[in-house]
């Protein structure tokens, strides 16, 4: 069948022959591999979309129900040629190491930011909690939304 | 010749700054390449068949309705095998596909190419594999009795009938921990259509990888070209080979680019762990606290094949002391083959395991004496002059282990109360227990490490320098796994250029030799100083060329005068290659002593623990630590090591472990094998301890390793602060805390 939706804001469509996840769709048929594919069972956060205004893991979600939909992948964050304000401060605070979790959690950040422009640190871990990490043990992506909270620690 | 008057520039972003890493906006726009997104035209996909079994005879294989399927272009064995049959990074002994005998649960078997990967993977399925199980042997203890191990490490040094007064003894393990890196292992293999091929795939050394692909495709070196490639991190996983030969053999045998990427669980069983061990420790001590001998027995299981089994057991026996003085010590290694999975290199490579048992036995031995931990260990802190209390080697580099004991002795203990805020109480979300309820601990450790390859292994980077109209150009096959290197050699490479412009280019295995492993906390040491070497020797070719005394941004400068600007400097061709070697090194002799290493680094942790005893659950609020960095080339990544591999430590000391069953991992999964998220994640202070006298580039150490290897006994000794209980294994479970009994 053929699914259409919106993605980053564009009508797109493809052709949906088996089953198969919202993550391989964008990664191997519609050239989106910003998403990434690290544990397949929502575990870990680094193919985090949002869809419909809600942040879900691509992974667990099945391609053919995004029919409808409006969907934003980390390719689809930024302002045209620049960065969001998420990408801008994970970068000045060295937040980014390997670089395989980052984009998951610049989609759940901007999410967080959406929603709540001024989050506590609280508020960040628990907005982050969903999205793994095995290089930098957090503290410089703390850090960087700490200050873009302008929550700077003391 | 243009000349001109002027003001000389300072360079921006050299060594000492936190420079903002060139590949960061590429991976927060999503735009940054790693091995799983790489495509090629007409490219087929591959996939593995594996052993079910932890041991096996192979009585048939039949490929046959594998390659019925439609879209299957490939089914190999290891009758396919061109070359050389097996594979290792020390030692060829594990073969590329298996043969008669499966040894190991996971085992590649067959390799499948397929038109698309849902059709690989139905191929894989569909080839059948007859087996005959045999009983696998699983437990170290039994491969020791039968003499199946990989290297036994005996030391003996000084007089071994020192006895002394005050004696603790004790039992340690440590689990299996995963690498567990974001990224799973994937590549792409390229024919080049004259019978040689192109590999990009997961690596932290591609020059190993080549010489291994080479041997087993049986093509002369130039046939093939390893190609580094983005990664999604490594922590020891990728040292070794997996998918690299099988992709090779299968593009080559179908003349069509063939991709393979690992999911998740295959990634647990596609690569090397760390080894679990069980180690046996007796210290004797004067009254006074001071260390009269040291005895230690260490179990490191290997698993089925050899992978770097040697050189990690030769870390953990020449580590087993820590970084203390000691006249008498005897420790026996043995690293045990079993049909466990195969275990290798994992951030801290020995010395993690160890660390465990002897900065448990430290705090007993604090406890026996009456003396507080931190002053036990000023009392024994071994310094620069003294020799290593395992093999007797003078320390002649800077080892700042009293300054670190005293900088974290006055770091402010963090001293906020447990609240009422659930969040932030042991089980967090769960909302498990109260502020009443909750235990504070505190506890410190001491680790020792080696700082690049040891025992007389010609260790060596190679760099190239060149110097364009785009700025400095610095070639490397080193890889870039995330720590920094990208930053930490242009900035070298700045500072000694005195130019703004430059970036790190990784190329492929044929333009350059090699740069040696990324691991053993040695990039910045070795490739940082080859980059050093050829940039120096770039310099001064430039001035005297052009009879000057100083370069930078603007050109060659003679005294105010500019005698080459830089527009016109750069229409010459400038380039210089260096291969930089570390001190040598030496085997052991008969009795483990020698100069086996070429540096070291000394680290220390303090944790502070909340633990709610009753459910054993536990919080780690707070590390503070100390590091021997040498000389910070970049404070913020060096942050970012230490944060990142504290992390990994906690990990280690409460919750990461692969639970094995007689040979088969029963948690290969993000759901079942549990990392650290940011709500786990301690606040972290840190500071380093900066000291000349190294000989990496400006005095450098690597920093990568350390944060792993005293960060988990830290913990683990806060635990036994708040409990009382013995803990003498990580990870710490529940169960451990709630269930066990009393120190005694």
New interface residues.
Partial sequence: MIVSFRLNGAETSFRAN?PVSLLDVL?DELA??????????G??G?CSVILDGELVCACLVMAVDVEGSDVT???GI?PSGG?HPV?ES???A?G????????GF?VAAADLFERNPRPST?EI??A???????????????RAFERLAGREAP | MTTETGRRSTVRDGIGESTIRPDGIPKLTGSFEYAQDLHAEGMLWGTTVRSPHPRARIVSIDIAPALAIGGVQAVLTQDDVPGRAMFGLEHPDQPVLAQDEVRYWGEPVAVVAAEDEDTARRAAAAVVVEYEELEPLVDPEEADRRGEVFRRLRIRRGDQDSAGPVVVEGYYEVGMQDQAPLGTEAGLAVPDGHGGVDLYATSQYVHADHEQVVASLGLRPDQVRSHPVGIGGAFGAREDLNLHIHLCMLALHTGRPVKMVYHRDESFTGHVHRHPARMWYRHEADTDGRLVRVEARLLLDGGAYASTTAAVLANASYFAVGPYRCDSVAVDGAGTRTNNPPCGAMRGFGAVQVCFAHESQMDRLAAAVGLDPLELRRRNALATGDRMSTTGQLIETPLPVTEVIDSLSAMPLFAAEPGDDPMALPGGSGLTTEAVHVRRGIGYALGLKNLGFSEGYDDYAQARVRLTADGVVIETAAIEVGQGLVNVLAQIARTVLGVSRAEVRHVDTSQIDSAGSTSASRQTQLSGGATHQAAVRLRERILVGHGGDHLDDAGVWSGDTLVTPMSQLVTESWEETATFRHPPTEKPDADGQGTMHADFAVAGHRAVVDVDPDLGLVRVVRIDTAQDVGRALNPESIRGQIEGGIMQGVGLAVMEELVLDQGRIRNATFTDYLLPTILDAPDVEALLIEQDGSWGPFGAKGVGEPPTISSTPAVASAIRAATGKELNRVPVRPQDIALSGDAV
């Fill in positions: 088996h990664r989106l591999p910003g998403s990434k594919s690290a544990c397949e069972q575990e870990c680094s992948t980390v390719e930024a960065l990408q994970l970068n000045r060295g980014v190491q390997c670089g395989f979790c980052t984009p610049v609280a871990k628990e982050l909690a969903g999205n793994i990490c095995r290089c930098t043990g957090y503290g410089a992506i703390v």
